[in-house]
């Protein structure tokens, strides 16, 4: 069974500070990566998709790398803003046997950028 | 507001009661899901529809009853639910469930069972 663990769990750092959160998956063998973002009791909005086949994505701020082989992804935020608090969640689509189309989370760390 | 629009975005609801949750996408998508996220634990996946036809049931309890009528809506239908399954429901689509498409959430039901 696939398993997703992020690390930190949560994060306090001061406005303007360049971050790196962490992901890894236990079975390399994923259809892609994604990552979404977690405003307090709302719902997930997409922020990056990784293909198998790529090793990064950027939009705008944002840069995910993905290492498929070590079963690993980093997200990196630049320039850190008050508005990117939330909860960053990893997900890792597996497409084999009974798990069609799932995504495997981890449990999301929490960010909190002050001003 | 997302390509994909869930209805109603809080409910609270006794456990004799009956109830449905509704997702609509307007992406064009043809596979539709139901997660659930509970207080502390990674979102679980609850069922999968391709092209309206169910292809996975992840053990979810007979209480909650999925429908999806057509490639763009999709239901849940709640009957006698324990307070446990309070929980943020959250529905999602993507453009097939062999390719490498991304998932499009929608904004989620927060449930209340009293």
């Known amino acids: 069974k696939q398993e997703v663990t992020q690390i930190p769990a949560a994060l306090s750092v001061p406005e303007g500070e360049n971050l790196v959160l962490n992901c890894s998956f236990t079975d390399s063998a994923i259809y892609n990566l994604q990552w979404f973002r977690q405003d307090p009791g709302k719902g997930l909005t997409s922020l990056l998709l990784i293909q198998s086949s790529q090793r990064e994505q950027t939009s705008g701020r944002l840069n995910a790398s993905l290492d498929k082989s070590s079963g690993r992804s980093t997200l990196y935020i630049a320039a850190s803003q008050p508005g990117d608090s939330a909860t960053y969640l990893c997900?890792?689509?597996?497409?084999?046997?009974?798990?069609?189309?799932?995504?495997?989370f981890g449990r999301g760390t929490q960010l909190t950028v002050w001003p | 507001e997302t390509g994909v629009t869930q209805t109603p975005r809080h409910l609270v609801m006794g456990m004799t009661n009956k109830k449905s949750l509704k997702c609509e996408q307007h992406l064009g998508h043809n596979a539709m899901y139901w997660y659930k996220q509970s207080a502390k634990k990674p979102l679980e996946l609850m069922f999968v529809?391709?092209?309206?036809?169910?292809?996975e049931n992840n053990s979810v309890p007979s209480r909650f009853s999925p429908e999806c009528p057509n490639s763009s809506h999709l239901f849940l239908h709640l009957h006698t639910l324990q307070p446990e399954d309070s929980a943020l429901y959250l529905c999602a689509s993507s453009q097939g469930i062999l390719q490498g498409y991304g998932y499009t959430f929608g904004s989620g039901t927060r449930l209340t069972v009293v």
């Open positions: 529809y391709s092209l309206e036809e169910r292809v």
């Open positions: 997900a890792v689509r597996v497409d084999r046997g009974s798990t069609l189309g799932r995504l495997y």
